[in-house]
T-cell receptor, first 113, second 109 residues
């Protein structure tokens, strides 16, 4: 067990709705990264939060946004859901923001209908 | 060109076989390298880091060739429990950790 927890495990939404996914990082880790994994693909980097600030962003539109809290837990928010947003959303925590090993939660499976 | 490219799978091997996975990366400034393992519908888990001198962990051996921008993973004496997807992972510095699409391995009895 990595100590990284995500909620909910599964979620079904309809196109145009908004969703919030949550992640608690491993004790001692101050960095959280979010990834989107479509079926049959590797995880795609969405963004990273370090000490409550966005530290870097992948090629995702602004309707993907996030937060990190003082206890280093994090949220991923997606507005105006599209069918292509259906995927496994993975949260990973690390000791610091640069190149360290990532410890993943078990993910949230999002289905957009 | 993708930033991290892996052998297309799947690999189907019998128990006891030796199997090798290859991976290439495009950014010559890449700094950290890893192999992760992902079981079906589960989260990726770190298998091993990859060092310039090459490194071994039991039946697993990882190699890095910076000049060719090439990473490999060798699994000896394959077990049924090795069946999974193997993800090649490269960090280009700071926040940017890039995953390959993965190579699926099936080990059969």
């Amino acid at each position: 067990e990595t100590g990284v927890t995500q909620s909910p495990t599964h979620l079904i939404k309809t196109r145009g709705q908004q969703v919030t996914l949550r992640c608690s990082s491993q004790s001692g880790h101050n960095t959280v990264s979010w990834y989107q994994q479509a079926l049959g693909q590797g995880p795609q980097f969405i963004f990273q939060y370090y000490r409550e600030e966005e530290n870097g962003r992948g090629n995702f539109p602004p309707r993907f946004s996030g937060l990190q809290f003082p206890n280093y837990s994090s949220e991923l928010n997606v507005n105006a859901l599209e069918l292509d947003d259906s995927a496994l959303y993975l949260c990973a925590s690390s000791e610091n923001r640069g190149g360290e090993k990532l410890f993943f939660g078990s993910g949230t499976q999002l289905s957009v209908l | 060109r993708k930033e991290v490219e892996q052998d297309p799978g799947p690999f189907n091997v019998p128990e006891g076989a030796t199997v090798a996975f290859n991976c290439t990366y495009s950014n010559s400034a890449s700094q950290s390298f890893f192999w992760y393992r992902q079981d079906c519908r589960k989260e990726p888990k770190l298998l091993m880091s990859v060092y310039s001198s090459g490194n071994e962990d039991g039946r697993f051996t990882a190699q890095l060739n910076r000049a060719s921008q090439y990473i490999s993973l060798l699994i000896r004496d394959s077990k049924l429990s090795d069946s999974a997807t193997y993800l090649c992972v490269v960090n280009t510095g700071g926040f940017k950790t890039i995953f390959g699409a993965g190579t699926r391995l099936f080990v059969k009895a």
